[in-house]
C-alpha cells in the first residue's frame, strides 16, 4: 500500500463549480498536511498548510484533515479556468525523514 | 524577497558534457533541496542540506553531485547524465532547518533535456 494515495485524475469541471480534491494515507503519524499547485512546466505553489487536524480556509481554498479517517481534502469554491493544474497532496510526520507527495491530480475548469 | 530562483531555466546537454544547476533564496531558510520530477509525476526527493550540510542523499548515482556553499545558495553538478536523466529539476527551501517536517517553497525549476 503507498503511504499517499490520490486519484490522478482528469478533473474536468465547468467554471464556478465547487471542486473536491481528496488524498487518503496510511501513516498515522503524519502531522503536516500540504497542499500545491503546480501549472504546466512550471514548479509546485504552496496553497495550504495544516498541522494536525481541522479546517483552514483561505479565500475560495478550504482545506480539511481528518485524522480518524485517515483523510484530507481540498475545496476550491467559484472555480476559476485559471485553477487548471495539478493539485498535489503532501504530508509528514513529526518523526523521521520523509516527505510524501501524492500523485497529483489533473483539474481542468471549462469556461 | 519571499521566492526561490533557479537558474537556467532550460538545459540542453549532451552526454559527456558537465554542467551544473543553480538554486538561490534570500528568505533566510536553513533547509535546501533537490527534487527531480518527471511528467505526469510527482516530485522525487534528490538531496537535502539542512544548515549547509548535506544532511539527506536518496541513493542518488554519482552522476549529480549537490554543493551548497552558503546557506542561500544550492547547486547540482551534472556529469555524464543518461537520457533518463532528463527531467525537470526543482530546488526548494524551508524555513528552520527541521528538515521534511515542515512547508517548502519550490522554484520555477530548470527543464533539462540530455541527448
Known amino acids: 500500500q503507498k503511504e499517499v494515495e490520490q486519484d490522478p485524475g482528469p478533473l474536468s469541471v465547468p467554471e464556478g463549480a465547487i471542486v473536491s480534491l481528496n488524498c487518503t494515507y496510511s501513516n498515522s503519524a503524519f502531522q503536516y498536511f500540504m497542499w500545491y499547485r503546480q501549472y504546466s512546466r512550471k514548479g509546485p505553489e504552496l496553497l495550504m498548510y495544516?498541522?494536525?487536524?481541522g479546517n483552514k480556509e483561505d479565500g475560495r481554498f478550504t482545506a480539511q484533515v481528518d485524522k480518524s479517517s485517515k483523510y484530507i481534502s481540498l475545496f476550491i469554491r467559484d472555480s476559476q479556468p485559471s485553477d487548471s493544474a495539478t493539485y498535489l497532496c503532501?504530508?509528514?510526520?513529526?518523526?523521521?525523514?520523509?516527505?510524501?507527495f501524492g500523485t497529483g491530480t489533473s483539474l481542468t475548469v471549462i469556461p | 524577497d519571499t521566492e526561490v530562483t533557479q537558474t537556467p531555466k532550460h538545459l540542453v546537454m549532451g552526454m559527456t558534457n558537465k554542467k551544473s544547476l543553480k538554486c538561490e533564496q534570500h528568505?533566510?531558510?536553513?533547509?535546501m533541496y533537490w527534487y527531480k520530477q518527471k511528467a505526469k509525476k510527482p516530485p522525487e526527493l534528490m538531496f537535502v542540506?539542512?544548515?549547509?550540510?548535506?544532511?539527506i542523499n536518496e541513493s542518488v548515482p554519482s552522476r549529480f553531485s549537490p554543493e551548497c556553499p552558503n546557506s542561500s545558495l544550492l547547486n547540482l553538478h551534472l556529469h555524464a547524465l543518461q537520457p533518463e536523466d532528463s527531467a525537470l529539476y526543482l530546488c526548494a527551501s524551508s524555513p528552520a532547518g527541521t528538515v521534511l517536517k515542515e512547508t517548502q517553497y519550490f522554484g520555477p525549476g530548470t527543464r533539462l533535456l540530455v541527448l
Open positions: 503532501a504530508m509528514s510526520a513529526n518523526t523521521g525523514n520523509q516527505f510524501y
Open positions: 495544516t498541522y494536525s487536524s
Open positions: 528568505m533566510g531558510h536553513r533547509a
Open positions: 542540506y539542512s544548515y549547509e550540510k548535506l544532511s
